[in-house]
């Protein structure tokens, strides 16, 4: 017979006991703070959503980076072959640089027909003349705003173009903007020409 079968009251005890230890544990399950484990669950799985959406972000302007930079380079590109062929053309015609030319400005929108510009060019806006007060040579300034195309060498092209048709031109300003919302490419450009002036 064992010791607590011969004795009841020890044995209601450790019934007790167990009652509160179940008890106990059935207490602390209850008590236990489950909405903060799911709050740092969710807290954790936004951090996660946000570190992919930054991922994917930066990813993104890397590209737009590399393709921007492509384009720099190709714009510098045609800008050092455009200057090549300038000088080359104002080689083959250093007799007449600075002879008055009166077909001036239809020259070079002619060019503009010839490197593929597919929109009309905007009439010219002629500049003050400046004149040089030693030689007494004239510089003629003509300026063409807002010249677009989809093709950025044509609008080049157009510039060798005019430079070669007409000796002596050369341009004095160029301002390129690509307009990105309209797949666009947009110049401001000022020739230049020096004449002699007949006397």
């Not at 921007?68 to 090549?84: F, H, M, N, Y």
């Not at 250093?94 to 001036?104: D, G, R, V």
Request: aromatic letters at 6%; a positive charge.
């Amino acid at each position: 017979m064992s010791a607590v079968a011969g004795n009841p009251t020890l044995g209601s005890t450790q019934e007790h006991r167990e009652q509160l230890a179940a008890a106990a544990a059935i207490t602390e399950r209850r008590n236990r703070p489950r909405h903060l484990l799911i709050l740092a669950l969710i807290l954790l799985l936004s951090a996660c959503l946000m570190l992919l959406w930054a991922m994917s972000a930066r990813n993104a302007a890397r590209e737009d980076l590399s393709s921007a930079r492509q384009q720099a380079q190709r714009v510098l590109d045609l800008i050092a072959e455009w200057k090549s062929l300038k000088d080359a053309g104002a080689d083959a015609g250093k007799m007449k640089l600075n002879e008055p030319l009166t077909s001036f400005y239809s020259k070079i929108e002619a060019a503009a027909t010839r490197a593929g510009v597919k929109d009309r060019i905007p009439s010219m806006q002629a500049q003050t003349d400046v004149r040089d007060a030693r030689s007494g040579a004239v510089q003629k300034k003509i300026r063409y705003q807002r010249v677009q195309d989809a093709e950025l060498s044509a609008l080049v092209k157009w510039l060798e173009l005019a430079c070669e048709d007409v000796p002596g031109l050369e341009v004095y300003s160029l301002r390129v903007q690509p307009l990105t919302t309209q797949g666009l490419w947009q110049f401001d450009v000022m020739f230049s020409r020096w004449e002699r002036v007949n006397r």
